[in-house]
């Protein structure tokens, strides 16, 4: 981003891109208009990829209604979503210690560790079943860790409400990462939601 794009609407500093996928690139921001610098994670999505793929703005309004129907302390926080003619900005809570999966990938975790990242992960889930969204998605590298060392999920860009479900009573759309997914969603005959989920916490 140009220097003079760096303040986002008179609110955020953007610093430092700390990722990037298909759609979005993710930086470091701080809050400035309060007395003390809020540190957040803005996420920019940009209007014109977004728009030659058919479906795609419909999934990142659901993202947004969902991550505002789900706050959980084990849920990352979507702040506010702004927007401008050629880009989106989600502003979400910051999470300092980066993904589980980069924990688990410098050796095993200690066994009162992973309960602990267990149930944090299992409440999390539960209260996003309670409200009728099914992540599927859930995997280490959608699992962040806080400074205090807490489990927070992420990305509900594949996430589903109710109203997805078929006249069957099941989801349909094939989504997920293949290691983490349940074997229903692969045969291509509906499965639900939920029980998807808490196999992929199974296999987390």
Known sequence: M????????????????????TFAKVYYGKEIIRGESESVAIKVINKDQVLKRPGMMDQIKREISI????????????????ATKTKIFFVMEFVRGGELFAKVAKGKLHEDAARKYFQQLISAVDFCHSRGVSHRDLKPENLLLDENGDLKISDFGLSALPEQILHDGLLHTQCGTPAYVAPEVLRKKGYDGAKADIWSCGVV
């Open 67 to 82: 991550m505002k129907l789900v706050r959980h302390p084990n849920i990352v926080e979507l702040k506010e979503v702004m």
């Open 2 to 21: 140009e220097e003079e794009r760096r303040i986002l609407f008179g609110k955020y500093e953007m610093g430092r891109l700390l990722g990037k996928g």
